[in-house]
């Protein structure tokens, strides 16, 4: 809801692509942080595939209720599309024209997921974890803009964003390339992790 709901606010407010993305990611950074904050003690703050298939490999949540919150996080995924859609009084469900197939956003959607996983694994090692809110959303903000498809980062989402043909939107033809290098990114940023040792 907030990545589709501010990419269509920051379209409607200045025509500066630059000025929009940039709208887009301060937003997406804030609620991040507060949604991890507020939501890691209950959840783990399990938003993202990626993230609950790095749990998975470590052993640290069953396969069964892997599935579970995967489920939710595609259901929560398109619910907060739809109501970002009604809250801008666009069409509920709209599927997106914006194609976003090229080899360079692959690769961007790889080290995007990567990074993402490898700063979950090593910043959660530092201080009890205290500091992950701010550290992946720090991640996530900034490779905005030093990822050319913007750091989608995540399966549920990018799904869910087939469903908007706003700023925020994917063409759903492109979505299994970009969950497929996700996935790919999350397997990388684990073995990177799993190769470093950090101290406490």
Known sequence: MAVVGSGVMATNLTRDVGLQLLINAFATFLILAVLIQMLAPISGAHFNPAVTLVSVINKDMSLVMALNYVFTQIVGGFIGVILA??????PAVRASTHFRTDSNLLISEIIATAGLILVIQVVGKQNDGRYIPLAVAGWIGSAYFFTSSTSFANPALTLARAFSDTFAGIEINSVP????????GAV???????GLKSER
Request: neutral net charge.
């Open 188 to 194: 990388i940023g684990l073995a990177i992790a799993k």
């Open 85 to 90: 859609n009604l809250m801008f009084d666009l």
């Open 177 to 184: 390339g970009f969950v497929a290098a996700q996935l790919v």
